[in-house]
């Protein structure tokens, strides 16, 4: 069924005139009668009781109408809401991001956005690693913040920043007075680490492998925020990024090298981006190269 055909109907069942539809339609009387007599035989029942020149929606067709006035409102405020989500300065935002940048980075980049953008929405997701890539690809989302990955077709990563990690005990812990620490010093303590699958997770696990080091690990989360709560409490040290120094957590820089990871935005390469998404990934890529 064609939606010309519903639109055509829709139509001649307001003026019930065969010839002032067609003229409000701008098609031919003979064109417009053909569409009602198509609609007619692919529904079984005549719409339209003729009576010489007059014509007048009957029961079938008034029946029909309720539900023809439906769908087109259903179309057209589908219409509408798409305008809305691609017009530039009132669209959405789908933005994935690791649970780590979600106490200070992300809230940062949208603050500064909204100064300039602050009809545009978000929806935000925080997951691992993997769990963002497949929600990418997907289409669930528009683009990523993650940790450094390899090279994932259709997947387009663009480093932006690197965060140095540190060492993060206890406030009262007995290598908290050190500004650093050689890894080994603390090897053998319990370790509070991110649960497999995170990103940070596998870069820490590097760290300790490239060190010769095997950790004891005895505690894992799944949100930093709880890693640093048992650090707090004293159950033991991890290695994270920066986050800020506290009256209960000291961070110490590890001086067996330069630790880091490095956090890039991924989008699907060659796939549509609302006006909205692409002014967001362009701020985002200019926000950082100024830093």
């Known amino acids: 069924m064609e939606w010309q055909r519903l639109e055509y109907f829709q139509t001649l069942a307001r003026i019930q005139h065969m010839t002032k539809a067609a003229e ?9 009668s053909r569409s009602i007599s198509s609609l007619e035989q692919e529904i079984g029942v005549p719409l339209f009781d003729r009576q010489g ?6 029961k079938y067709g008034q029946l029909f109408l309720i539900r023809v006035n439906s769908i087109l409102k259903e179309m057209e405020d589908g219409l509408e809401e798409i305008q809305h989500i691609i017009n530039p300065e009132h669209g959405e935002v789908s933005l994935g991001f690791l649970h780590t940048l979600g106490t200070s980075t992300v809230p940062n980049i949208i603050r500064a956005f909204h100064k300039d953008h602050p009809q545009i929405t978000f929806q935000f997701q925080q997951n691992h690693t993997h769990t963002q890539l497949k929600e990418l690809k997907l289409g669930n989302l528009d683009l990523c913040l993650l940790a450094s990955m390899e090279n994932d077709n259709p997947i387009e990563w663009t480093e932006l920043w690197r965060d140095e990690l540190f060492v993060m005990v206890q406030a009262n812990h007995p290598l908290a007075t050190r500004k650093s620490i050689l890894l080994k010093e603390i090897a053998k303590e ?27 690990i005895s505690f894992e989360g799944d949100e ?4 640093a709560g048992f650090i707090a409490a004293g159950l033991g040290y991890s290695i994270l990024p920066d986050g800020g120094e506290t009256d209960r957590m000291t961070k110490l820089r590890i001086e067996d090298a330069l630790y880091e990871r490095v956090i890039g935005m991924a989008v699907v390469k060659d796939r549509y981006l609302s006006p909205a998404a692409k002014l967001f990934h362009q701020f985002v890529l200019d926000y950082f190269l100024e830093k």
């Open 53 to 58: 020149r007059s014509i007048i929606l009957n």
């Open 24 to 32: 409000i339609l701008a098609i031919s009387q003979p064109a417009l």
């Open 224 to 227: 930093v925020a709880t890693v």
């Open 190 to 216: 319990s370790f509070i680490g991110m649960k497999k699958g995170y990103a940070l997770r596998k870069t820490t696990d590097e760290i300790f492998e490239n060190g010769g080091l095997k950790p004891n």
